[in-house]
């Protein structure tokens, strides 16, 4: 007997303190791309202060 393949499920989570009234989905797309830009900018600034270049060890 063949073992049978399932078709797996992707699944994303969005977790909020906001209100449900509040958490729309257009409040939630508005404030995820908004988080894009904020890590775009994160990435960048550290390569133009240098700080990809450096490791921090225990």
């Known amino acids: 007997m063949q073992p049978q393949?399932?078709?797996?499920l992707t699944l994303t989570v969005?977790?909020?303190?906001e209100l449900e009234e509040i958490a729309?989905?257009?409040?939630?797309?508005d404030n995820?791309?908004?988080r894009n830009w904020i890590e775009v900018f994160y990435?960048?600034?550290k390569s133009?202060?240098?700080m990809t270049?450096?490791?921090v060890r225990d």
Request: no cysteine; hydrophobic share 40%; proline share 4%.
């Open 5 to 8: 393949l399932k078709t797996q």
């Open 14 to 17: 969005f977790f909020t303190n």
């Open 24 to 29: 729309t989905l257009p409040w939630i797309a």
């Open 32 to 34: 995820y791309s908004a």
């Open 43 to 45: 990435r960048e600034t």
């Open 48 to 50: 133009w202060l240098g």
């Open 53 to 55: 270049e450096y490791q």
